[in-house]
């Protein structure tokens, strides 16, 4: 597979990460995305994440998205990707002040999901990848606040599948073949930590949280 050239991913970041040492703990000011198909464990290792970090000095602050109901979010691709980039542009404001006031940022889902899951639509209108990564990237413009590591949930579909075929109210990305299309267009994309989500909870944790912690050696 090519690899995904998501240009405007890489136009602005911050400029540094930002430790603060206090009585041997260390305070990290820095956003992270945990992206993934679903039925991948994104909430589950948000969860254990802000457990495990602020056990080591970091204020963690968890959010996620879409930051609203995701039954507002109906329509075509292109009228998706257009909601889920409204919404990110107010949700970039609380990211950019809980950075500001010292925080570790950890995000159940990003900008990718939407280069992910919107991706097949948005080709088909433009009738190739490359006409639909430059539309993608040029409506994302707007998003000036990006995550500092892109942590990529990676499980096969069938057995992403299997863990949420007993939740109730499913959505339209909740099958077998949204879930096997995405996870494709996950894995093309180059500026992704990817991380095997079948291991076991603590492992899978402690294996981010040192990714977390060797981006500011």
Aim: net charge neutral; charged share 35%; hydrophobic share 35%.
């Amino acid at each position: 597979m090519e690899p995904l050239q998501l240009n405007s991913l890489i136009l602005v970041k911050r400029d540094a990460y930002t430790k603060i040492y206090d009585q041997g703990k260390i305070n990290l000011i820095m956003f992270i995305a945990v992206e993934g198909i679903d039925g991948s464990g994104k909430t589950t290792l948000c969860n254990g994440l802000k457990c495990y970090m602020e056990k080591r000095g970091s204020k963690v602050y968890l959010t996620k998205e879409p930051t609203d109901d995701p039954s507002n979010y109906r329509g075509d691709d292109i009228s998706m990707f257009l909601k889920f980039t409204l919404d990110r542009y107010d949700h970039q404001r609380l990211i950019r002040e809980k950075l500001g006031s010292g925080y570790l940022v950890i995000s159940d889902r990003y900008i990718l999901s939407s280069y992910s899951y919107q991706m097949e639509g948005i080709k088909e209108f433009f009738g190739d990848e490359k006409s639909a990564l430059e539309w993608m990237d040029t409506v994302s413009r707007v998003i000036t606040v990006r995550p500092d590591i892109n942590i990529l949930l990676d499980m096969d579909p069938e057995m992403a599948f299997q863990r949420i075929a007993s939740r109730p109210g499913k959505d339209k990305f909740e099958n077998l073949e949204t879930l096997r299309r995405s996870r494709e267009n996950y894995l093309k994309m180059e500026n992704t930590v990817r991380i095997d989500a079948s291991m076991e909870r603590d492992e899978l944790v402690k294996k981010c949280a040192e990714i977390i912690m060797k981006k500011i050696e």
